[in-house]
T-cell receptor, first 112, second 115 residues
Framework: QKEVEQDPGPLSVPEGAIVSLNCTYS??????FMWYRQYSRKGPELLMY????GNKEDGRFTAQVDKSSKYISLFIRDSQPSDSATYLC????????????FGAGTRLAVHP | DTGVSQNPRHKITKRGQNVTFRCDPI?????LYWYRQTLGQGPEFLTY????????KSRLLSDRFSAERPKGSFSTLEIQRTEQGDSAMYLC?????????????FGPGTRLLVL
């Protein structure tokens, strides 16, 4: 079993839809949670960063962390075709060498 | 701040050849990471440098792989006697210990194809 599970999709939605992306994890020691966006053949780009449990909002993006359920989510409001990409969840422990553990990524397609 | 750069962007080689990739981190970032990403998967951690010291290596980093970061600036990742299974995107990331969140910024990657 992988430490971080993420549905690979693909997920196809119409422009303007609310998108929900999720990851589950098994190690309760994870403290930092991130969402990266990766366009085809490019490096990952950080979208959201959350420490421990709670919500964080940035423009059209909202990240939620529920440590009791070992579940994290990313919501995208008013989705645009430019949001079409692969979304990777990532997490790391507190202290140590800060290596990131990634999910497999969810491919999202937003069609006009 | 020009971001993390990686060279070459693409590399095609024949099985058994040696290849070397270079990563230039964001200036003044003292932490540097290498990850490997195969098709349909998320990046997997390979190794980590703090300044010039290599502090952690993944089990994925077999004896054929070696990484260096002389003088704590750029880093190189060498793969000796390449195998078809080495075909992947090799990603470099850097971060600063001075940053509270220690966000890792990724480069564009080097895509390796072993024939």
């Amino acid at each position: 079993q992988k430490e971080v599970e993420q549905d690979p999709g693909p997920l196809s939605v119409p422009e303007g839809a609310i998108v929900s992306l999720n990851c589950t994890y098994s190690n309760s020691a994870f403290q930092y949670f991130m969402w990266y966006r990766q366009y085809s053949r490019k490096g990952p780009e950080l979208l959201m960063y959350t420490y421990s449990s709670g919500n964080k909002e940035d423009g059209r993006f909202t990240a939620q962390v529920d440590k009791s359920s070992k579940y994290i989510s990313l919501f995208i409001r008013d989705s645009q075709p430019s949001d079409s990409a692969t979304y990777l969840c990532a997490m790391r422990f507190s202290g140590g060498y800060n290596k990131l553990i990634f999910g497999a990524g969810t491919r999202l397609a937003v069609h006009p | 701040d020009t971001g993390v750069s990686q060279n070459p962007r693409h590399k095609i080689t024949k099985r058994g050849q040696n290849v070397t990739f270079r990563c230039d981190p964001i200036s003044e970032h003292n932490r540097l990471y290498w990850y490997r990403q195969t098709l349909g998967q998320g990046p997997e951690f390979l190794t980590y440098f703090q300044n010039e010291a290599q502090l952690e290596k993944s089990r994925l980093l077999s004896d054929r792989f070696s990484a260096e970061r002389p003088k704590g600036s750029f880093s190189t990742l060498e793969i000796q006697r390449t195998e078809q299974g080495d075909s992947a995107m090799y990603l470099c990331a850097s971060s600063s210990w001075l940053s509270k969140e220690e966000t890792q910024y990724f480069g564009p990657g080097t895509r390796l194809l072993v024939l």
